[in-house]
């Protein structure tokens, strides 16, 4: 299966969570990624990583009530868009990681409040960062365009470990969602806590641009 049409199914079972299922779910992919927002501030000085964690706390206690305040959810959006860093003004792979994360908590926080995108396909949030430290890895580029390659490293991308284990991870979580007769606070502690343990970190994902990094 190709990463585009991965990408396309897990959706298709996403749109069939109630709202609060998936704000649930996209409550964990946010956890797992978020010290990658960290590290992007640490590289660039730039970014609130205290406000940016506060609108990820704020996603898992509307997950656990099953509702969020429009107009509260509106504040935590227009404030999360202000900490997502413009392509244009960085040039580190860490501000890819830190669009994709505040995307994944925006996807949490609207599913909560019903302020959604029927076009949107947020998921692919999380596999695209994890695409993007693939490609860099394995060609020091963070995207190679049209060039010949670039068919190539995506489709080692789709058997790479970060991938199939984020594949486990989001897998997992939906079976637990669904099977979950009711959303309560020992459901949304344990995927919670999961989450936190299946963290990634930016040394995990670009080991090599680490490694050339240290003095």
């Not at 990658?36 to 205290?50: I, M, N, P, Q, V």
């Not at 695409?131 to 080692?156: I, K």
Request: charged residues 25%; hydrophobic residues 40%; proline residues 3%.
């Amino acid at each position: 299966m190709s990463l585009d049409e991965h990408v396309a199914e897990m959706d298709r079972r996403l749109r069939a969570l109630s709202l609060a299922q998936a704000s649930l779910f996209y409550a964990c992919c946010a956890e797992r990624f978020f010290p990658l927002y960290t590290a992007f501030s640490r590289a660039e000085r730039w970014g609130d990583t205290k406000e940016v964690r506060n609108h990820l706390d704020l996603a898992w206690e509307s997950a656990l009530r099953q509702h969020l305040d429009r107009e509260v959810a509106q504040t935590a959006l227009d404030g999360l868009l202000r900490q997502t860093p413009h392509a244009d003004d960085f040039e580190s792979v860490e501000t890819t990681f830190a669009q994709d994360e505040c995307l994944l908590i925006s996807s949490a926080l609207g599913c909560a409040a019903d302020i959604t995108d029927e076009n949107a396909i947020p998921v692919d949030g999380a596999f695209e960062i994890l695409r993007v430290a693939h490609c860099v890895e394995s060609t020091g580029f963070l995207d190679l365009g049209d060039d010949p390659q670039a068919a190539m490293t995506l489709a080692d991308f789709t058997s790479s470990e970060s991938f199939l284990q984020e594949v486990g991870f989001q897998d997992e979580d939906l079976r637990e969602i669904l099977a979950a007769t009711k959303i309560d606070n020992e459901l949304v502690s344990r995927l919670r806590n999961r989450a936190v343990r299946n963290q990634y970190s930016a040394i995990r994902l670009l080991p090599t641009q680490a490694a050339r990094e240290s003095p």
